[in-house]
């Protein structure tokens, strides 16, 4: 089963507005990290919060992180037409690995 | 700077046939590499990872096999392709001790 969760599914807003998307997982972690990918293209890095950080920002990207919880969420501000893909959360097992579990993911379309 | 390459970018395969695809990473040394699957409009699955030259560990079993022949090279196999093999295969490296994952740009299987 899914290590996280990504909610919604599908999002669609206007450009300039803000986006929302929120991760729930399972098991105690150590880190959560958020990729994008654009259709058909491999995933890309975007942010990385650690299991001590509430809070971190990137650019236009926010992203909070609250382990009792267990829920993660990315806030992409003033969205343009170019943030459309499709945004996924990754959490490790905590288990030394270096694996990551990847969300389902939400689809984020940007209309101009 | 570290790049990696994964090829080819399409394939179409007939049931029975077998299968390679190959990842390389250039610019670094000893990374961890893993080979994930991603079904249309899903999540990522992991395949596979390995920590060292013939070091694989398999996450689901499967119709597939890995192996890691060079320290900067990861090939996904199968002997015989199954109509459900069909996806997007994506591979990615890290750093050991790191966290974050770079991905190659994919590789769009259609097994007919």
């Known amino acids: 089963s899914q290590q996280g969760e990504e909610d919604p599914q599908a999002l669609s807003i206007q450009e300039g507005e803000n986006a929302t998307m929120n991760c729930s997982y399972k098991?105690?972690?150590?880190?959560l990290q958020w990729y994008r990918q654009n259709s058909g293209r491999g995933l890309v890095h975007l942010i990385l919060?650690?299991?001590?950080?509430r809070e971190k920002h990137s650019g236009r990207l926010r992203v909070t992180l609250d382990t009792s919880k267990k829920s993660s969420s990315l806030l992409i501000t003033a969205s343009r037409a170019a943030d459309t893909a499709s945004y996924f959360c990754a959490t490790d097992l905590n288990s030394g690995t270096y694996k990551y579990i990847f969300g389902t993911g939400t689809r984020l379309k940007v209309l101009a | 700077s570290q790049t990696i390459h994964q090829w080819p970018a399409t394939l179409v395969q007939p049931v029975g046939s077998p299968l390679s695809l190959e990842c390389t990473v250039e610019g670094t040394s000893n990374p961890n590499l893993y080979w994930y699957r991603q079904a249309a409009g899903r999540g990522l699955q992991l395949l596979f990872y390995s920590v060292g030259i013939g070091q694989i560990s398999s996450e689901v079993p499967q119709n597939l096999s890995a192996s890691r022949p060079q320290d900067r090279q990861f090939i996904l196999s199968s002997k015989k392709l199954l109509l459900s093999d069909s996806g997007f295969y994506l591979c990615a490296w890290s750093e050991q001790g790191a966290y974050g994952y770079t991905f190659g740009s994919g590789t769009r299987l259609t097994v007919v």
């Open positions: 919060i650690r299991s001590n950080e």
């Open positions: 098991t105690s972690i150590n880190n």
